[in-house]
């Protein structure tokens, strides 16, 4: 993957920098390394206990509630639900932005935007 994306004109590399990727390579880790086992601990901690799981927990939510744009990486880590309402759209007046690579459009007149609701299965 890394050859491809820094060989395929398409991938825009080096702006589509391959570092993390090269890095995760450098710890030469496998499946069966117990530093690949704690990671992964760490990983879903993280992404559950330590935010989602820990916010609902301590503050007996049912739910969090967050901007739409935010939360499908935050609940994909920990594997939680995500049902999002779309509320509407930026304004006729906005401004176009585009992403640091100026490839794609990030926000700009009709966007839509909405709210996500993060839960967990069986609290």
């Known amino acids: 993957m890394i050859n491809f994306t820094q060989t395929d004109p398409l991938e825009d ?12 390579l450098a710890l030469n880790l ?7 086992t704690t990671a992964l601990f760490w990983d879903k901690y993280l ?4 935010t989602i799981e820990g916010a609902i ?3 007996n939510l049912d739910a969090l ?18 049902v999002t ?15 640091s690579r100026n490839t794609l459009v990030e ?3 009709h966007f839509p935007f909405g709210l996500s609701f993060i839960g967990i299965l069986g609290i």
């Open 13 to 24: 590399w080096p702006d589509r920098n391959t570092i993390t990727w090269q890095n995760a």
């Open 30 to 36: 496998t499946q069966t390394s117990p530093n690949y």
């Open 47 to 50: 992404g559950s206990n330590a």
């Open 57 to 59: 927990s301590m503050y």
């Open 65 to 82: 509630i967050m901007p739409t744009s935010q939360s499908p990486g935050i609940a994909a880590i920990a594997g939680y639900p995500v």
């Open 85 to 99: 309402v779309p509320l509407g759209y930026y304004p006729s007046n906005t401004t176009v932005t585009y992403n």
């Open 107 to 109: 926000g700009g007149p």
